[in-house]
């Protein structure tokens, strides 16, 4: 495929024609392209318990077909040729001649993730790998609720009777009706 991430694109067919955005990601199994602010689609999440409900707003893939790079002299759409330079394979403008430079895009998530570090609370979430925990762990549902950081099982609270202050039964007989 000759669109690579960060190229400078026009749409030329489609609901956007005649925008212009930046190459997100290129999915060459596809042939399409994600581009920046272009064939926006909105997503409405459900809200659960442990968060809100929301709309998601994303860059929905579109055919490469549907683009052309913008030439970096005229400013105009163009196609993309290849010359070899000093032994190295090169893109140009077919329009103007001029070689279009491939401009790397910081990945957002990593700035997202960075810029924001988590607060005590989301730390409590999170296990040593740095992934977040299943909802039945972090509301200590099951069997992980007797277990502490350690890994040692808690005392059982079976063994204490809970509705009078001040009484500590040693042990309690299993059997029923005793």
């Known amino acids: 495929m000759k669109l690579h991430t960060g190229d400078t694109v026009i749409v030329i067919s489609g609901k956007d024609k005649g925008k212009a955005g930046q190459v997100i990601r290129v999915l060459s199994e596809d042939n399409h392209v994600v581009v920046s602010g272009i064939n926006m689609r909105t997503r ?3 809200k659960t318990p442990q968060q809100a409900g929301r709309i998601l707003r994303y860059e929905a893939s579109l ?3 549907k683009v052309m790079v913008v030439d970096p002299k005229t400013k105009k759409p163009t196609r993309i040729g290849f010359v070899f330079k000093d032994g190295k394979k090169v893109r140009i403008a077919k329009r103007s001649g001029e070689p279009v430079v ?4 910081p990945k957002q998530a990593a700035a997202k993730k960075e ?10 979430k999170m296990t040593a790998t740095g992934k977040q925990q299943p909802f039945w ?3 200590q549902f099951g069997s992980a609720a007797s277990i502490d950081e350690v890994g040692a ?3 059982s609270r079976s063994a204490q009777d809970h509705t009078i202050p001040g009484q500590n039964i040693p042990n309690k007989t299993s059997g029923r009706g005793s």
Request: charged letters at 40%.
């Open 115 to 124: 810029a924001a570090a988590p607060t005590a609370g989301e730390e409590a």
């Open 63 to 65: 055919d490469a077909s």
């Open 44 to 46: 409405h999440i459900k």
């Open 102 to 105: 491939k401009v790397k895009i």
């Open 137 to 139: 762990k972090r509301m």
């Open 153 to 155: 099982p808690d005392e």
